[in-house]
């Protein structure tokens, strides 16, 4: 605490004359210059770098500096002026921990030489860094690829592909199957011009087999094969499956080796052989493979209504009109189906075959009668409830074909007339009035075939209808339509 009485205040202490406290001389240094004997100081020099290699520094210490207090039972503290701080290394001198003062010293910038020498000795440090991490990289590859090559045993499925084993490349299918195909060129009378189509020679005497659409109302039908042009003949044909007979006066054809399309697998090769766009472009040959087996796909006539079912082969391989009536062929160069539609314009890669085991026994009943009936293997016509049939709303009049004009008692589709032979024979009558089938509701004679169609011959359905104010429901029976 800080005195602060006045000389009278404090009796008879003696007052000491006030003398600044010397600095204390320190060994091997001059004696402190008095005003009178000042030197004249030479310029001001630049100061001299620091040794490089100091041993001694004046020791410094931590304390705070702050104001100088003289406590109580103690001489004045001298006061010492510290010399300026130098901007060299610091000096360490003998004795002194260095690791706390050293951490807490900043040195400031390195010269020009210590910058570039720590520069070299990093390129070097990097460069022998990345040089062990890619020794030590490449060593884990090659490991990898010698453990995979001998410490791992793969399987490998494949088919053998061996001369022997009768697989076919895309040429060698084509080079045995084309002379057995041939170009079909139908005229038909008044304007109506030509169409083409594609066959398939089934014996070495002249029996080709094609599409029945292909030959469909023909009046003239010329067979080409090879370089020779033949009239033909039909022999017979089955509208239902869409195949048909020709024969041509030849001998010495080539025929086609067919194969088993109950061995198909979805996947596997197929190549299709045809006329697609006339005989300019006769035997062109597409490939692709077997998309689906046993496809069951709905012919519609022109007028929309569907009249058949057909269980084809789907295939990807490029088929056009032109191919029709050709043969679709596995990858051991056998006739496994016969091209008959593409399915629409707008869809590619959609191709339908009518499977060989089928056709076949309709093609040799055709040769031997003239006819077949056995359609059912490869085609069955539209099963149907057997009426004839109308939208009708509640409350609307309408004509029955017995010339009775009724009211409808509630909306669905009025059966008109039942046709004798039928499933419905018996069960509906005229007047009736057809809510459900199978449960579904119906308003439209569309409708109702909607529901039919995805039925088969022998198939049955549930029929809920509205007669004289009440509603019953009936099993019907579907059969074939008989054209």
């Known amino acids: 605490m800080e005195d602060i009485r006045t000389p009278e205040s404090q009796g008879d202490e003696p007052k000491s004359p006030e003398v600044p406290p010397k600095r204390p001389t320190l060994p091997d240094e001059p004696p402190e210059s008095t005003p009178e004997n000042i030197p004249e100081m030479p310029p001001e020099k630049a100061p001299e770098s620091p040794p490089q290699n100091p041993t001694e520094t004046p020791p410094t210490t931590g304390d ?20 300026p701080r130098p901007h060299g290394p610091r000096i360490i001198s003998k004795g002194q921990n260095t690791t706390e003062q050293a951490y807490r010293w900043t040195y400031g910038e390195e010269s020009p030489a210590e910058n570039t020498k720590r520069r070299e000795t ?4 990097y460069a022998i860094v990345m040089t062990i991490a890619f020794a030590i990289c490449f060593t884990l590859l090659l490991g990898v690829l010698l453990y995979d090559r ?14 022997d084993s009768g697989v076919l490349t895309i040429p060698e299918i084509s080079e045995k199957v084309r ?26 005497d002249g029996y080709i087999a094609t599409n029945y659409h292909v030959i469909e109302n023909g009046n003239i039908i010329t ?35 067919f194969g088993d399309s109950d061995s198909l697998i979805v996947g596997e090769p197929a190549v299709a052989i045809g ?17 689906a087996i046993n496809r069951n796909v709905k012919i519609y006539d022109r007028s929309g209504v569907m009249v058949k079912k057909m269980t084809l082969i789907q295939t990807n391989a490029t ?77 609307q009049s309408y004509e029955l074909d017995d010339g009775r004009t009724v009211k409808a008692g509630t909306t669905g589709v009025i059966v008109a ?48 209808f509205y007669r004289d104010g009440r509603y019953h429901e009936v099993t019907v029976q579907l059969l074939p339509e008989v054209p």
């Open 179 to 204: 002379p057995s195909v041939v170009c079909i060129t139908v005229k038909y009378g008044g304007i109506v011009g030509t169409s083409v189509g594609t066959g398939i020679i089934m014996t070495e």
């Open 319 to 395: 088929v056009n009109p032109g191919n029709s009536g050709g043969p679709l062929i596995n990858e051991y160069g056998q006739v496994i189906g016969i091209v008959t539609m593409k399915l629409a314009d707008d869809f590619e890669g959609m191709g339908f075959a009518i499977p060989i085991n089928g056709a076949l026994t309709i093609l040799n009943e055709i040769i031997e009668i003239g006819s077949s009936g056995s359609s059912t293997q490869v085609a069955q016509r539209r099963a149907i409830l057997g009426i004839v049939a109308q939208g009708i709303f509640e409350g």
């Open 223 to 257: 067979v080409t094969a090879g370089r020779n042009e033949y009239l033909a003949e039909v022999v017979g044909y089955d509208e239902l499956s869409d195949l048909a007979v020709l024969k041509i006066d030849a001998a010495g054809l080539t025929p086609a080796e």
């Open 150 to 163: 001998h410490g791992i045993t793969r399987t490998v499925f494949v088919r053998d592909l061996a001369s």
């Open 64 to 83: 705070v500096i702050g104001p100088e207090i003289d406590l109580p039972g103690e001489h004045p503290r001298p006061n010492i002026e510290l010399p």
């Open 417 to 464: 007339s039942v046709t004798p032979g039928y499933g419905a024979e018996g069960k509906l009558l005229s007047g009736d009035i057809i809510t459900q089938v199978d449960g579904k509701n119906v308003y439209t004679v569309n409708d109702v075939m909607d529901i039919v169609n995805n039925k088969s011959a022998g198939d049955s359905v549930l029929v809920r």
């Open 122 to 125: 990093g390129v070097l440090t």
């Open 275 to 291: 006329t697609p766009a006339g005989l300019d472009y006769a035997e062109t040959v597409t490939n692709g493979i077997i998309s």
